[in-house]
Every structure is written in C-alpha cells, then in structure tokens.
Antibody
Framework: QVQLQQSGPGLVKPSQTLSLTCAISGDSVSSNSAAWIWIRQSPLRGLEWLGRTYYRSKWYNDYAVSVKSRITIYPDTSSNQFSLQLNSVTPEDTAVYYC????????????????WGQGTLVTVSS | DIQMTQSPSSLSASVGDRVTITCRASQNIGNYLNWYQQKPGKAPKLLIYAASSLQSGVTSRFSGSGSGTDFTLTISSLQREDFATYYCQQSHSTTFGGGTKVEIK
C-alpha cells in the first residue's frame, strides 16, 4: 500500500520560500508508471494543481502556468521523496498543500491522483 | 482552461436516499473525468476514474457515468459515512470542480 507523508513548516513570511517534502513508502519516486504531484486547496482558489515530476528514462517536470515562474518540484532518489519549493510567496499562497501520486492507464491517456498525502496548512504571514 | 461546474453546490439528504451529483465541462473532455470524496480535515480520496471505473476498494454504492461534457456521480443508497464533499476533476489539463457538499437532512 502506497503512503505519502508530508513534512515542512506551517508558517512562511511574505517574499520568502515555501518548502515542503513528501516521503514515499510502497512505491519509488523513480517509477516509470507514476508521476508525483503537488496540489493546493484554499477557499479562494479551490483545488489547484501546481505541478509534477516524473521519470521516463530521464526526469521531467510540468508546472501550472499560474505559478510557473516561482515553482520547483524535484525528486530525491536517495531518500525516495520529492519536494516543493515556491518562491516569493504572498498571503494568496496561503492554502493546504497536498502531495500525491498520479497514475495512468498506458496508451489511453487516462490519469488520476491516488493516494494523497495528509495535507499541510501553510500560512503566509509576517 | 477547461472549466468544471458542479451542481448542486450543496444538498441535504437522508440515509438510504439515492443521490446524484452533476459535473459539466466547458468543452468536450471525452471520458477524462475523475471523482473524489473529501471529509473535513482529510485529503481527497479517489472514487471513480475515467468517468465510470470504480477505484479498487471503493464501495459499489458509488457509480459514475457520462462522457463529453456532462457527467454524473451517483450514490445508490446514502450511508452515514458518505456525508462529505465531492469533487470532479478533468484530467486533460487538470482542473477541479467547485465541490458538492452532501449534508444530513
């Protein structure tokens, strides 16, 4: 059974960098059949996909246009985890952040998110 | 961006009721539609993927249907543990609906 365990600070000051980590058990961050995602949820924006990292003979990333200039998602293969960095945060980045695994049916293009991490409430405030 | 509109935004129902939640896409998404359940303070949980495929381990009370722009999640006989918020998600470019909160009548 795949489990994801998130860690990281719950309070970040404006203009600083938000950093969260997601530890994977029961699967590999280097899996050729999964991608590793970050999603956030806030009353203002609802559920918002932020981006993903995945390995298909080499590492790839995709990011949401809304955060593309500020975001980095990267794997740590030695620790079997992946991380989110979001730079230059503002109060609008206050949200519950979730990591997750993206699965797919090969050749069909169908994808879905399962499982999710437990969520981390990150507040951006001085 | 593909917009996902759920209706209703909330509903009240009794244990044993049949409940239907609708999700409409702003453009044709084929069967690229997933459904999630979220309980307060918890992460979303996958129920249905590819519009109608039941995720392993999920009770068969839940079913999904539809294609193109109009989709439905049905709970055949509402149980106490089903009171939650439900989200649809299109997997073409990954956007979520605004959610439907199912409350106890």
């Amino acid at each position: 059974q795949v489990q994801l365990q998130q860690s990281g600070p719950g309070l970040v000051k404006p203009s600083q960098t938000l950093s969260l980590t997601c530890a994977i058990s029961g699967d590999s961050v280097s899996s050729n059949s999964a991608a590793w995602i970050w999603i956030r949820q806030s009353p203002l924006r609802g559920l918002e996909w932020l981006g993903r990292t995945y390995y298909r003979s080499k590492w790839y990333n995709d990011y949401a246009v809304s955060v593309k200039s500020r975001i980095t998602i990267y794997p740590d293969t030695s620790s079997n985890q992946f991380s989110l960095q979001l730079n230059s945060v503002t109060p609008e980045d206050t949200a519950v952040y979730y990591c997750g695994r993206e699965r797919h049916i090969a050749a069909s293009g169908y994808t879905w998110f399962d499982p999710w991490g437990q969520g981390t409430l990150v507040t951006v405030s001085s | 961006d593909i917009q996902m509109t759920q209706s209703p935004s909330s509903l009240s129902a009794s244990v044993g009721d049949r409940v239907t939640i609708t999700c409409r896409a702003s453009q044709n998404i084929g069967n690229y539609l997933n459904w999630y359940q979220q309980k307060p303070g918890k992460a979303p949980k996958l129920l249905i993927y590819a519009a109608s495929s039941l995720q392993s381990g999920v009770t068969s009370r839940f079913s999904g249907s539809g294609s193109g722009t109009d989709f439905t999640l049905t709970i055949s006989s509402l149980q106490r543990e089903d009171f939650a918020t439900y989200y649809c998600q299109q997997s073409h470019s990954t956007t979520f609906g605004g959610g439907t909160k199912v409350e106890i009548k």
